[in-house]
């Protein structure tokens, strides 16, 4: 069954520590990206990357770190920097450059 | 730059009732043009795209969406709503053949009454 995982789907942050949302697609799609959604705002893009071991920052990069080390995975750290990160969090996959094909989302709450 | 526009925060419709959410957006060259649904808690599925061609694009659920590029909107339009269809749609425009940056309007919430 194909498609794009997300884990957890709720997540917990004490202040000063740094958290890990876990992507995995297996749809073979080159591009992946993790979006922020707050109410009302829509989403921002916070990093993409169009290859294995290649990224770029999206609008709302500060505060947060990627890797992609394998096709299939791309793991968000929300590091301490990252003032205000309650919110949800989107990944989505792509093959062409632009359809994007998105996961169930993660919600972090900052205790 | 890009940018997309959704005028409408909340619409209500009646079920059984005509839908017309409003997409405006702003972009220099011919866009690929997105709809996408998102239910609460939810991420995205995609409704329809417009890449070229017919400017009436259908998609599924029932929701069609038209091109008009001297009005530079791209409207999503179903003629009768059912509850389900209650949910939070986005309209979304992509950079075109070569780019991977989409943006992504601020959402109108369909609440749908009987």
């Known amino acids: 069954d194909g498609g794009i995982t997300q884990s957890p789907k709720y997540l917990f942050r004490k202040e000063g520590q740094n958290v890990t949302l876990s992507c995995e697609q297996n749809l073979n799609h080159d591009a992946m990206y993790w979006y922020r959604q707050d109410p009302g705002q829509g989403l921002r893009l916070i990093y993409y990357s169009q290859i294995v071991n290649d990224f770029q920052k999206g609008d709302i990069a500060e505060g947060y770190s990627v890797s992609r080390e394998k096709k299939e995975s791309f793991p968000l750290t929300v590091t301490s920097a990252q003032k205000n990160p309650t919110a949800f969090y989107l990944c989505?996959?792509?093959?062409?450059?632009?359809?994007?094909?998105f996961g169930p989302g993660t919600r972090l709450t900052v205790l | 730059a890009q940018s997309v526009t959704q005028p409408d925060i909340h619409i209500t419709v009646s079920e059984g009732a005509s839908l017309e959410l409003r997409c405006n957006y702003s972009y220099g060259a011919t866009p690929y043009l997105f709809w996408y649904v998102q239910s609460p808690g939810q991420g995205l599925q995609l409704l329809l795209k417009y890449f070229s061609g017919d400017t009436l694009v259908q998609g599924i659920k029932g929701f069609e969406a038209e091109f008009k590029r001297s009005q530079s909107s791209f409207n999503l339009r179903k003629p009768s709503v059912h509850w389900s269809d209650a949910a939070e749609y986005f309209c979304a425009v992509g950079a075109g053949a070569g780019g991977f940056k989409t943006i992504f309007g601020a959402g109108t919430r369909l609440f749908v009454k009987a």
């Open positions: 989505a996959s792509g093959r062409d450059s632009n359809t994007q094909y």
